[in-house]
């Protein structure tokens, strides 16, 4: 039988102080630790012949494990009351509660002596995973049974275990009320914020503005002024006008008086896409945003890459202030047509293949009244509609961006309707910001109760005397001489 390593004054000496009659052990003395086979591919099946076979996390849903595979030929099967630890791959260190079944080589199964409480142990090793995480070696990172068996955790005594997870149950019960409480209100935002898009673009925010005013052109006139510019900037170009399809036999709804429907197209410059130049963070040369750097509707330059550009390229892939940038293709259909919009810190940098360059045509738009407005909850349908792929990446191109149909009124209107959303949605910012804190503070407090709990400093002294006053309470040195004897009886410990 292999000799449990006792720890050293000096390991004890770097570890935190731990209550009194607690101490510090290695999970190589409080249980036995199950190393994972695999079968054959052709040994594992979906039609539940056999046992199940559990390879992985992504088997673990949460609250139990999914039973999707199952084998007839099982090599190495655990019992029920295991930890099942990943122990290779991307998701090393992922840990939940198994179950008896069949496991793969990637799962290592630890399971605690009968004199230690299962929960307990479930938490303090997911309280240090990071400890052991840093531990995986290799270009595909992997943990090894000796980096588990010598894993350390504090121990107390089986009714002090209880006590601590029946608290750290009542704590996180709590928290997770107030995590609730609040993507409940991240989400309820959500739906304020399309709300206020909606009305701004039926024109309900600013409808006692315009019965304030008195001369506003009308939008027909401004279409076909904005018509004239887009035929003027072609010939300057030497470029052919494109055709954009009319909406003569599109239904849509009524807008106030001197809105009109019209598609994006006629309100914009050719969409442009981006370069599709190599670019790394290594290189000395021009910055090149990508989709990382389209954030809430701003640019983000905090993660950039760069590449080496031509003047013929500078010039082609320019940015100027009031650009828009949106992302034409991407694995989720909800990012797809997601728009930023470009200032002047912006103009600097360039932009990659998998964003277009939408340029209003004149100074009759405003920039922020579309980037609002393709943000919108109706102008959304019309995106995810046309750029939904089976494929699995999804799509939409330049022509299918022009087709899009919005909602069009004079640009003084124009600058009222942002200045009543971004009056609105300020307060909304404020509010995510607020939350966001307080997630980042819900989760300090979960890691500051395990961090007490561990130390045996979550109790207080009501609940400690209650624990140790009872008649059958030892202390963890009397403990864990009990499970050293249980272990020798039972011999080997590692499968």
């Given at each position: 039988?292999?000799?449990?390593?006792?720890?050293?004054?000096?390991e004890?000496?770097?570890?935190?102080?731990?209550?009194?009659?607690?101490?510090?052990?290695?999970?190589?003395?409080?249980?036995?630790?199950?190393?994972?086979q695999?079968?054959?591919?052709?040994?594992?099946?979906?039609?539940?012949?056999?046992?199940?076979?559990?390879?992985?996390?992504?088997?673990?849903?949460?609250?139990?494990?999914?039973?999707?595979?199952?084998?007839?030929?099982?090599?190495?099967?655990?019992?029920?009351?295991?930890?099942?630890?990943?122990?290779?791959?991307?998701?090393?260190?992922?840990?939940?509660?198994?179950?008896?079944c069949?496991?793969?080589?990637?799962?290592?199964?630890?399971?605690?002596?009968?004199?230690?409480?299962?929960?307990?142990?479930?938490?303090?090793?997911k309280?240090?995973?990071?400890v052991?995480?840093?531990?995986?070696?290799?270009?595909?990172?992997?943990?090894?049974?000796?980096?588990?068996?010598?894993?350390?955790?504090?121990?107390?005594?089986?009714?002090?275990?209880?006590?601590?997870?029946?608290?750290?149950?009542?704590?996180?019960?709590?928290?997770?009320?107030?995590?609730?409480?609040?993507?409940?209100?991240?989400?309820?935002?959500?739906?304020?914020?399309?709300?206020?898009?909606?009305?701004?673009?039926?024109?309900?925010?600013?409808?006692?503005?315009?019965?304030?005013?008195?001369?506003?052109?009308?939008?027909?006139?401004?279409?076909?002024?904005?018509?004239?510019?887009?035929?003027?900037?072609?010939?300057?170009?030497?470029?052919?006008?494109?055709?954009?399809?009319?909406?003569?036999?599109?239904?849509?709804?009524?807008?106030?008086?001197?809105?009109?429907?019209?598609?994006?197209?006629?309100?914009?410059?050719?969409?442009?896409?981006?370069?599709?130049?190599?670019?790394?963070?290594?290189?000395?040369?021009?910055?090149?945003?990508?989709?990382?750097?389209?954030?809430?509707?701003?640019?983000?330059?905090?993660?950039?890459?760069?590449?080496?550009?031509?003047?013929?390229e500078?010039?082609?892939?320019?940015?100027?202030?009031?650009?828009?940038?949106?992302?034409?293709?991407?694995?989720?259909?909800?990012?797809?047509?997601?728009?930023?919009?470009?200032?002047?810190?912006?103009?600097?940098?360039?932009?990659?293949?998998?964003?277009?360059?939408?340029?209003?045509?004149?100074?009759?738009?405003?920039?922020?009244?579309?980037?609002?407005?393709?943000?919108?909850?109706?102008?959304?349908?019309?995106?995810?509609?046309?750029?939904?792929?089976?494929?699995?990446?999804?799509?939409?191109?330049?022509?299918?961006?022009?087709?899009?149909?919005?909602?069009?009124?004079?640009?003084?209107?124009?600058?009222?309707?942002v200045?009543?959303?971004?009056?609105?949605?300020?307060?909304?910012?404020?509010?995510?910001?607020?939350?966001?804190?307080?997630?980042?503070?819900?989760?300090?407090l979960?890691?500051?109760i395990?961090?007490?709990?561990?130390?045996?400093?979550?109790?207080?002294?009501?609940?400690l005397?209650?624990?140790?006053?009872?008649?059958?309470?030892?202390?963890?040195?009397?403990?864990?001489?009990?499970?050293k004897?249980?272990?020798?009886?039972?011999?080997?410990?590692?499968?």
């Amino acid at each position: 039988m292999k000799t449990i390593k006792s720890l050293t004054e000096a390991e004890i000496a770097g570890l935190p102080q731990l209550s009194e009659r607690w101490v510090w052990v290695r999970l190589d003395s409080i249980g036995e630790l199950f190393c994972g086979q695999s079968p054959s591919i052709a040994e594992v099946n979906q039609e539940k012949r056999g046992v199940p076979y559990v390879t992985g996390p992504e088997q673990w849903d949460g609250s139990k494990i999914k039973e999707t595979k199952w084998t007839e030929f099982p090599k190495r099967l655990v019992p029920e009351g295991c930890i099942f630890i990943t122990v290779k791959g991307a998701g090393v260190g992922k840990i939940f509660p198994g179950v008896s079944c069949a496991i793969g080589r990637d799962i290592y199964a630890f399971l605690p002596s009968s004199k230690v409480d299962f929960k307990y142990t479930l938490h303090a090793i997911k309280h240090q995973i990071d400890v052991l995480i840093m531990k995986a070696q290799g270009d595909i990172p992997g943990l090894s049974k000796n980096h588990i068996l010598d894993h350390v955790i504090g121990l107390c005594s089986i009714e002090e275990q209880r006590a601590i997870v029946s608290k750290i149950e009542q704590l996180f019960s709590e928290l997770d009320n107030g995590i609730s409480n609040l993507k409940l209100a991240q989400e309820q935002l959500k739906v304020y914020r399309q709300a206020v898009l909606k009305k701004a673009f039926e024109g309900e925010l600013t409808k006692k503005w315009r019965e304030q005013q008195t001369d506003l052109p009308d939008a027909r006139e401004l279409r076909e002024h904005i018509g004239k510019e887009r035929e003027e900037a072609a010939k300057k170009s030497g470029k052919k006008l494109k055709s954009i399809n009319s909406l003569t036999e599109v239904k849509l709804s009524n807008l106030p008086k001197g809105w009109k429907w019209t598609r994006l197209g006629n309100l914009v410059e050719e969409p442009k896409y981006g370069t599709s130049k190599k670019c790394d963070y290594n290189i000395n040369g021009i910055g090149v945003l990508r989709i990382p750097n389209i954030s809430d509707g701003l640019i983000n330059d905090s993660d950039l890459k760069f590449a080496q550009f031509d003047s013929t390229e500078i010039e082609n892939y320019h940015l100027k202030a009031g650009d828009i940038l949106t992302i034409r293709s991407n694995g989720s259909v909800d990012l797809v047509g997601k728009c930023a919009l470009v200032s002047t810190k912006d103009e600097k940098h360039l932009y990659a293949g998998y964003l277009i360059r939408l340029r209003p045509i004149s100074p009759l738009i405003n920039s922020k009244y579309l980037l609002n407005c393709l943000s919108s909850i109706d102008l959304r349908y019309q995106i995810e509609s046309k750029a939904k792929s089976t494929s699995g990446v999804n799509n939409i191109n330049s022509g299918e961006l022009q087709s899009l149909i919005i909602p069009f009124c004079s640009l003084p209107e124009q600058q009222a309707i942002v200045q009543e959303i971004e009056t609105r949605l300020s307060v909304c910012d404020k509010i995510e910001q607020d939350i966001e804190t307080n997630l980042e503070k819900a989760e300090a407090l979960r890691q500051s109760i395990l961090k007490k709990a561990f130390e045996g400093k979550l109790l207080n002294e009501r609940e400690l005397a209650e624990v140790r006053g009872a008649e059958d309470w030892e202390p963890a040195e009397v403990l864990l001489e009990r499970i050293k004897a249980e272990k020798a009886q039972n011999g080997k410990k590692i499968h």
